[in-house]
């Protein structure tokens, strides 16, 4: 089985060169479909992305199994026995559509459970976010410090559109409490505002592929990545997650309770 560095530095080939696909296709005429309703879309460089990122990743670590989005990966994986990789070939795609900016290319390696390796690449400012267990935090070859542990009062707020127009009492008064509120409309990108403690805090319901990488990398950095009942998450289920500073943790906290 390859060692965890050499998996590593492949890892960092692999989602660079999706990132470059999508950027160098942005532009084009690609297909556009939608999954469960209007809002929910996948294009052909998702699938293409998805492909080109199992592909080498059956090749680099041949024993693993691959948990991703757009149904290329292995079907069923119910346990987290051994390495999985999680895939999300582009995180934000409505903004990849839209805005062509603000989308990101996620990948992490879970081996028995344990978050060992993240990667949320920022296509457009071409930063790769990267980080293995007990080794740090990376953006590109910089090290990232853990951010300052502010409050929620002293924090922006990222929150996703359902849970900010449609949430209980307690996630209103909590987007209310926060010194200002964003909507950025990828978790990746998201996670990469609380790692960089540009946001206090981002909460939403978020998927295995939309949780894996920034999971990983947030707790390297000793930031908290918890349900927001406070219980611990599973990444293979859809959780409702909150991912912030100790403080704005204990402030969200004290609201719900
Ligand atoms: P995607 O672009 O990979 O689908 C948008 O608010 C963010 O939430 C994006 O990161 C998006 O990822 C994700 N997302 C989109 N639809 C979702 C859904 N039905 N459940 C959970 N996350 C979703
Ligand atoms: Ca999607
Ligand atoms: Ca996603
Ligand atoms: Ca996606």
Excluded at 125 to 135: A, E, S, T, V
Excluded at 173 to 202: C, D, F
């Amino acid at each position: 089985m390859a060692e965890i560095n050499e998996l590593d530095l492949n890892a960092q080939k692999i989602i660079r060169q999706a990132g470059q696909n999508a950027h160098d296709k942005m532009n084009d005429s690609y297909q556009i479909d939608t999954k469960t309703n209007y809002t929910d879309l996948v294009t052909t460089i998702d699938r293409e992305n998805e492909q080109l990122i199992n592909e080498q990743i059956r090749k680099i670590d041949p024993d693993s199994r691959i948990l991703s989005e757009e149904g290329l990966g292995d079907r069923q994986i119910t346990d987290l026995h051994g390495h999985i990789w999680i895939v999300d070939p582009i995180d934000g795609t409505m903004n990849f559509v839209k805005q062509h900016n603000n989308f990101a290319v996620m990948l992490a390696l879970y081996i028995d459970g344990v978050p060992m390796l993240g990667y949320i690449l920022d296509v457009i400012n071409n930063r790769l976010y990267h980080g293995q267990r007990g080794k740090g935090v990376y953006v590109d070859k910089q090290r990232l410090h853990a951010p300052a542990d502010l409050g929620l009062k002293e924090s922006l707020l990222a929150m996703n559109r359902t849970l900010t127009l449609g949430g209980t009492p307690a996630l209103k008064k909590i987007a209310q409490e926060a010194m200002g509120l964003r909507m950025y409309g990828s978790a990746g990108m998201e996670m990469i505002g609380v790692i960089t403690g540009q946001l206090g805090g981002y909460i939403s319901n978020l998927k295995p592929w939309d949780l894996a990488a920034g999971r990983m990398l947030a707790e390297e950095l000793g930031l908290v990545v918890k349900s927001i009942d406070g219980s611990s998450i599973n990444v293979l289920s859809s959780n409702l997650v909150l991912v912030a500073t100790s403080q704005v943790s204990r402030d969200i906290r004290q609201i719900i309770n």
